[in-house]
């Protein structure tokens, strides 16, 4: 049976939310954040929002639109993150944005509000705004669908170091997709992505390296790479990763850690990784023969 490394080029269709420490705590003040804030507590907090703090507001705004310290209640977190974002906080333009792009009980649906206000987050330099923004052109979401200047917009914010616009930009690049094909500035992408932790992203630098995509040809960094997205729980990784060490090109076969992670690839739902077992058992010659697991995993195919 012929096996082939799997990869993913994908461009990714999704609204990109604030990496700022305010916006992943939900603007609670748990410890985290306490450490990287000035408001020490809820009265702090309350006090620099009454002093226009737009910061402070929006940290405000986001407890009542999660129900994390104020009860639950959109209609006054849209109050809240408009005042926020008419002071200057990019994160409330962000957050207007979402809001207006999904709609909730407070709003209805407004992809032209939304990319408005996503334009006033990206004048502001907030990455998440910037590539909202680049999403809208992708999609044609309230203006004319523009591959080009979307792809103007993601590389702005990968460029701040945006994880999911390094990857877009890097899909747009591999694919030519609005933009001048060119396998080694996508490759230079998906790595960067990768470096900061990325499964899908360290997937793809493992298939580049394997294949010599954008990058001299390197059968051991390939494997280097598969492996650090497999033991973060990848299945496409632990698939790679598994044939890599039954193949053995540029290395010596391992058939145990390619079981290994093969079997890891099968718990997570790669159904490829079962044809491998199979070959592993079926091959007559290997120490590993064993027609009840090859009937076995034949079975599962």
């Not at 200047?149 to 390094?166: D, V």
């Not at 995509?213 to 390197?218: A, F, H, R």
């Not at 044939?243 to 718990?267: C, F, H, P, W």
């Amino acid at each position: 049976m012929k096996l082939r490394f799997l990869f993913i080029v994908l461009i990714s269709l999704t609204s990109a939310c604030s990496q700022d420490k305010e916006a992943n705590t939900h603007g609670t003040l748990t410890k985290d954040y306490k450490d990287v804030s000035e408001y020490k507590s809820k009265h702090d907090l309350e006090k620099a929002a009454k002093a226009n703090d737009s910061e402070a507001i929006f940290v405000l705004a986001s407890m009542y639109a999660t129900g994390e310290g104020e009860k639950f209640d959109q209609k006054k977190a849209l109050e809240l993150f408009e005042k926020s974002a008419q002071l200057g906080s990019s994160n409330a333009m962000l957050q207007l944005g979402l809001i207006y792009r999904n709609g909730n009980e407070a709003v209805e649906k407004d992809d032209q509000k939304a990319l408005m206000w996503f334009k006033e987050g990206a004048k502001s330099g907030n990455p998440s705004a910037i590539h909202n923004v680049g999403l809208a052109y992708y999609k044609g979401l309230s203006v004319k669908e523009d591959k080009a200047t979307a792809f103007k917009y993601f590389i702005r914010s990968a460029e701040s170091g945006l994880i999911q616009s390094q990857t877009v930009v890097a899909a747009q690049l591999y694919g030519g997709d609005g933009v001048e094909k060119d396998i080694k500035a996508s490759f230079k992408w998906i790595l960067k992505a990768a470096e900061q932790g990325d499964l899908e992203s360290q997937n793809n630098v493992g298939l580049a390296y394997e294949r010599g995509e954008g990058v001299e040809q390197d059968p051991l960094q390939a494997l280097v790479w598969f492996k650090r997205a497999a033991d973060h729980g990848h299945p496409l990784a632990q698939y790679n990763t598994a044939l890599k060490y039954y193949n053995s090109t540029g290395m010596k076969q391992n058939l145990d850690e390619s079981i290994r992670y093969a079997e890891m690839a099968v718990r997570n739902g790669n159904s490829s990784a079962k044809a491998l077992l199979y070959d592993i058992y079926a091959e007559s010659s290997s120490f590993k023969y064993s027609p009840e697991k090859a009937n076995y995993w034949k079975a599962k195919l």
